[in-house]
């Protein structure tokens, strides 16, 4: 694919512990996302997908290489150094919800971008715009208990774009919700993505190989590099004692 990159990952590097239990988790990352894309992140339990998110998302220094989100550059700096990214740049939507439980849905929202310094009367229709896109315009007085799974997560992807960040990094965001509420989330992150006036692009970490094989595109993360694959890769039917390619 050509055109505009949104984020470009490079050589990316990170490992744990010393000596003879260092564990290299990340050997060298590469990966690009253009503007609207909608990439799931595969892999084996512990292959270090939630690393990799945890870096771009600014959480995390790397060892070596570097990311370039928009027009900043970053990843080996420690995450007081970068909090214009977490702030500005990245969104974030987690398996478990996040929600203040005492609060409306509008009111999670509103506070997370008056807490990054937005303006209450502005925040709040910023929240109020950001939960009519996620078709919750008539539950945004309703406090989380009242809010089934999928609709609380629906909360949290608000909260996630109404600062109107360029990327989402989703980690497992269908983990808690049953087969019917995971295709609607998939089905709103391919709407935000194809929105034709602000496309938001998402990298998407999951197990579930239905929700990879509706993105856009498909990575696989194993063995500390990423490379780009399909759904037989990603459940190992390419190694030995599988199918042959």
């Known amino acids: 694919m050509g055109g505009w990159v949104v984020l470009r990952v490079s050589e990316l590097t990170k490992g744990f512990g010393s000596g003879p239990n260092r564990l290299e988790v990340l050997k060298g990352i590469d990966l690009e996302i253009q503007p ?10 512990g292959c270090g997908k939630s690393t990799l998110l945890n870096i771009i998302g600014g959480l995390l220094p790397a060892e070596s290489g570097e990311i370039n989100l928009k027009s900043r550059s970053y990843g080996l700096r420690n995450p007081s150094s970068v909090v214009d990214v977490r702030r500005n740049l990245v969104g974030w939507i987690f398996q478990d919800f996040h929600l203040l439980d005492h609060l409306s849905a509008l009111d999670n929202v509103a506070m997370a971008l008056e807490i990054s310094g937005v303006p209450s009367k502005e925040a709040e229709e910023r929240a109020r715009d950001a939960l009519a896109r996620v078709n919750l315009s008539d539950r ?9 799974g999928g609709q ?28 019917a509420s995971g295709a609607d989330v998939l089905r709103l992150f391919k709407s935000l993505c194809h929105d034709e006036e602000n496309p938001i692009s998402i990298l998407m970490v999951t197990h579930d190989p239905d929700l990879a094989s509706q993105a856009d595109r498909m990575l696989l993360l194993r063995d500390g590099t990423v490379a780009a694959s399909d759904i037989r890769s990603a459940w190992g039917l390419d190694e030995e004692g599988g199918e042959e390619e």
């Open 152 to 179: 609380q997560q629906r909360v949290a992807i608000a909260r996630a774009i109404a600062g109107n960040r360029p990327l989402l990094l989703a980690d497992e965001p269908t983990g808690n919700l049953d087969i």
């Open 140 to 148: 945004m007085d309703h406090i989380p208990d009242q809010l089934s």
């Open 36 to 45: 609207g894309e909608l990439v799931a992140l595969m892999g084996p339990s």
